[in-house]
């Protein structure tokens, strides 16, 4: 089940068979990257960024008036360290793939995001917020905090996503798993 933010709608057409844009409809083209739990990637050049979500999020950022963007994928919500493997962690991802943005040329003022994943695979123990819920958590105050709007989420639910973005376009695609 997809978590309705305000002024989200219902993701429009389908693109191919399972999978729902979450954007332009326009069909991908570019290099492809995969990203693993941990990845952060951006760019200024066409590429198709693809990953697997079952409660770990990936947050997509995307200059469309400078075709910058990027997509992050993090594994847990907080980590009281840094170093080497800061990026499995919400905070330190949702950083670098901001600045990894910014570096690239995009302007802040119009960048725009869109959030995936945070399942709730397995129950979480009585009282207790799920794993999934805790990453949409970070996510969701840092792009609050970063003045970045949340143009588009499918969040929550007990199925895992693979989504699909265009960083020419902007395009996204997500088909629940």
Known sequence: MADAAAGDGPL???????????GPGVPPSGRSVYLQPGDVFASDRPAVVSTILGSCVSV??????????????????HWPKSGEGACRF????ME??????????????????????????FAAPPGRVSIG???VGVATRFLEE???PVLGRETGGTRGRKVVFDTASGGIWVKTL
């Open 146 to 148: 970063a003045r970045i």
């Open 90 to 93: 919400g905070g330190p991802a």
């Open 12 to 22: 429009p057409r389908s693109v191919a068979p399972g999978l729902r844009a979450a």
């Open 133 to 135: 819920e805790q990453n």
């Open 96 to 121: 670098t793939l901001l600045a990894k943005v910014l570096a690239l040329g995009g302007d802040r003022l119009s960048l725009t995001a869109r959030l995936f994943g945070g399942a709730s695979l």
């Open 60 to 77: 997509v950022l995307w200059d469309p008036a400078r075709s910058v963007g990027g997509a992050n994928h993090f594994l847990l919500s």
